[in-house]
């Protein structure tokens, strides 16, 4: 089945830097991979998606990137603030298939310091 | 909160007993599913649906059990609690080729 691989698992950046977290899938069908933000103690909520169609996509400061070959996509996000501090969590599912299974990576703690 | 509701919020139970968790949406949305999220494993699927009485296993389903008679209820059982069950669950609910929304969170506490 597919498996979600992400990396780093914590990243320490000053404001103004920019973040990049990195994720890796295993099934090659997948193709829609969302990412989520989740603050302290409230629920993850979707910041950015992208299908297998597009190679990028930007909104505002964040910006992911997918890969088919290597089977891995990014999240960019520039000039951080100290309100981008969260975790965040990459995902993929293979949009097409009946069951719309949705595997979530391990998560990345950013933390930025002002 | 993209009518999804998640109940209870909080529960503290014994080891061996039974639990039930349930997910309730107002949206009408082919897929649900319950997650787990524990320090350092992010968040891990247990079980989830995508239809009524269509259901399937996710990545550590070993000790729960789901059921969904209903389009707007996905219910999580745990049929004898454990302590390694202490967790925050989350459940989910997604249409197709639409974003997943998760609902609050249950602390569920195994003493």
């Known amino acids: 089945g597919e498996n979600v691989e992400q990396h780093p698992s914590t990243l320490s950046v000053q404001e103004g830097d920019s973040a990049v977290i990195k994720c890796t899938y295993s099934?090659?069908?997948?193709?829609?991979f969302p990412w989520y933000k989740q603050e302290l103690g409230k629920r993850p909520q979707l910041i950015i998606d992208?299908?297998?169609?597009?190679g990028e996509k930007k909104d505002q400061r964040i910006a992911v990137t997918l890969n088919k070959t290597a089977k891995h996509f990014s999240l960019h996000i520039t000039e951080t603030q100290p309100e981008d501090s969260a975790v965040y969590f990459c995902?993929?599912?293979?949009?097409?298939?009946?069951?719309?299974?949705?595997?979530f990576g391990q998560g990345t703690t950013l933390q930025v310091k002002p | 909160d993209a009518g999804i509701t998640q109940s209870p919020r909080h529960k503290v139970t014994e080891t061996g007993t039974p639990v039930t968790l349930r997910c309730h949406q107002t949206?009408?949305?082919?897929?649900m599913y319950w997650y787990r999220q524990d320090p350092g494993h992010g968040l891990r699927l247990i079980h989830y649906?995508?239809?009524?009485?269509?259901?399937d296993k996710g990545e550590v389903s070993d000790g729960y059990s789901v059921s969904r008679s209903k389009t707007e209820d996905f219910l999580l059982t745990l049929e004898s609690a454990t302590s390694s069950q202490t967790s925050v669950y989350f459940c989910?609910?997604?249409?197709?080729?639409?974003?997943?929304?998760f609902g609050q969170g249950t602390r569920l506490t195994v003493v």
């Open positions: 989910a609910i997604r249409g197709v080729g639409t974003e997943a929304f």
């Open positions: 099934d090659s069908a997948s193709n829609y």
């Open positions: 992208i299908r297998s169609n597009v």
């Open positions: 995902a993929a599912s293979k949009g097409g298939s009946n069951t719309g299974k949705l595997i």
């Open positions: 949206e009408n949305h082919r897929y």
């Open positions: 649906s995508y239809g009524v009485k269509d259901t």
